[in-house]
C-alpha cells in the first residue's frame, strides 16, 4: 500500500486519468442499472404490491392476463389461503388535453389486492377509480372525469395510490361492475361473470386448482412473461456485463502499459531483493485504489444526476444493487490488474538493470 | 573473514562453437572491512562477476558463498531473500525510485526488511552522507551526485554484509566521484562490511584494499593495500 499509495500521490494527473475512465464506466453502469430496476418496477410493481404467490390463469392464454378468461365462478373452486379475483383491460385514458395508457384493473373491494389509498377515498360506485400516483404527473388529479378509448363509459377518479403500474402502464383500479362496463359496453350485464384471472396466497400451489382449463403460474413466472419484459431485461443486463468485462480491460491495458514504463525500475526493485509478492501486492493495492476512488465518485454522480432527472426517464436506483455492481467493478479491475502482476514476476531483474 | 567467496565459479553463454565463457573459472574471496575494486575495459566481464556474487544470475559452475550460505544451491525465491539481507546495491545509473523521497526510500526499506535500523542510525546515515537536508526532496530534485549518495544511503540502509557498486562513479564529475569512493571507503571501514566496487576509472583505485583486473573474464589480482599505497 505504501508504495501504491505514493505513486498515486506523486503522479496525480496519470492516475486521475484513470480513476476518471473508471468513474465514467462505473457511472453507466450505475446508470443502466437504474434504468433497469426503473423499467423493472414499470412493468411489475403494481403485481409485487399483492405480495401473492400465484396467479391463475386459462391454459391456452399462455400466461398472458388480458388473453385469458374464466367466469367467476371458477374462485369456488380454488384451495388457497387467500384468493382474488380480477379483471383487466388496457385502454387510452383522456382528460381534457392530458391523455395516457392505462391498464384498468377491475377488483372486489374486500380482496387482499385492493390497494391502499394515499390521497382521495376508496371507489364505493361504478365507474369510480383508484387511479396510481404517476398520473398526478402527467396533470391528472382527483375529480378527473376520464374518457376512454373504444368505450362510451366515463370513469372518474376518486383517490390515488401508489406503486401502481402494469406492463408499462399506470393503473385504474375499480370494481369488477365497472370492468365489465368498460369492456363489455351494453352487454356488460351479460358478461358480468366474467373475469381474467385470479389471484392467490398460498403455500401448496400444486393443489390450488383441479381444472385442468386452468393453468397456476408463479408471480415471478407470471412476470417473466409480460410482454417485452424479459427482453428489455436482458438487453440492459448483456450492456451491464459488457461494461464489466469493458472495465476489466481498460485496467489491464492502463495498468500494463504503465508496468511496461517501470519495468527498469521493477527490476532494480528485484535485484535489491524485493519480493515479487511485495510487488505484486502493491499493483493490486494501487488498482484497489483507483477503482474504489472511481466507483465511489460513480456512485455519487449517478444519485446527484438522478435527482435531476425528469420523471419522464424510468430510473430508480436500488442501493443493494448499486453495491453489489460496485464491489463487482472492483473486482474486475483487480482482475485486469493481473496481467500486469504476471509481467511484473516475470521481470528479470539482471535485464532491467542492463547486466 | 571471508564474508563472500567464490569457488571455481564459471559463468558461459550459448552452447558448442558459440559458446562464449563470460567468465572462466574464477576463485575470489572478499574479507570484512574490505574494500576491492575491479578493474577492466568494457565487455570483459566486471558485470558478469558482479552480478553473479550478487546472486543475480547462476554461475554454469562453481559455488558463490555469503555469509556462510552456497547461493547456487538456493533458487530465485531464497536468493532474493538472501540479497534484500546481505547485500546493497550501487547502480550505474541511480536505483532510487522516481516517486519517493530520499526518507520515502528508506521507508520502503524499513518495510520490506521488517526494520533493524533505528532512528538514530538513519540520522547518522544521513550526517555521514551529507544528505540530512536532502530527506523530503525527490530524485528529480537532486544533482547527480546528490543521487549518488542518496543510492548509497540506500545501499547501506540496516547494514548489509556486502555493497556491490557497478560503475558507481560512472555519471559524475571527478570532484563528486572522489567525494564518493571517499565515502564508501568511510562505510566501508567505520561499519566493517565488505565493498566490492566495479570501475574503469583507473583514478579510484587509490582507495581500495585490493584491485583485480577483469580481462576476457580473467579474473586477477593486481594489487593489495600495501603495493597499492
Redesign the interface.
Known sequence: MFLAWNEIKKNKLRFTLITGVLMLVSYLVFFLSGLATGLESLNRESVDKWEATAIILTEESDKSLPQSSMILDEVNGVDAKESAVIGQINAIAASGDQKNNVSIFGIEKDEFIMPNVTEGKEFSNTNEVIASDSLKEDGFKLGDNLQLSSTEERLTIVGFTDEARFNGAPVLYGDLSTFHRVKYGEAAELNADQINGIVVRTDDLSSVTQNDALEVSEIETFIRNLPGYTEQNLTLNFMIYFLFAISSVIVAIFLYVLTVQKISMFGVMKAQGISNRYLSQSVIAQTFILAAIGVTVGFVLTLISGAFLPSAVPVSFDLAIMILYGLILIIVAILGAVFSVLTIVKIDPLKAIGG | MAILELNQVKKSFGTDHKKVDALKETNFQANKGELIAVIGPSGSGK??F??IA?G??TPSSGDIIINNQNLTALNE?KR??????E???I???S?L????TVD?QM??LD??KKGNMTKEELEQLYEDLGISDLRSK?PVDLSGGERQRAAIA?ALYSNPSIILA?EPTASLDSDRAYEVMELLKNETKNKNTTTIVVTHDIRLIGYCDKVYNMTDGVLTLEKEKQAVE
Open positions: 558485470s558478469t558482479l552480478t550478487g543475480l544470475q525465491k532474493s531473500k538472501i540479497r534484500l539481507k547485500i546493497g546495491f547502480l550505474q545509473s536505483n525510485i522516481p516517486f519517493l520515502m521507508k520502503l518495510k520490506v525527490y540506500k557497478d
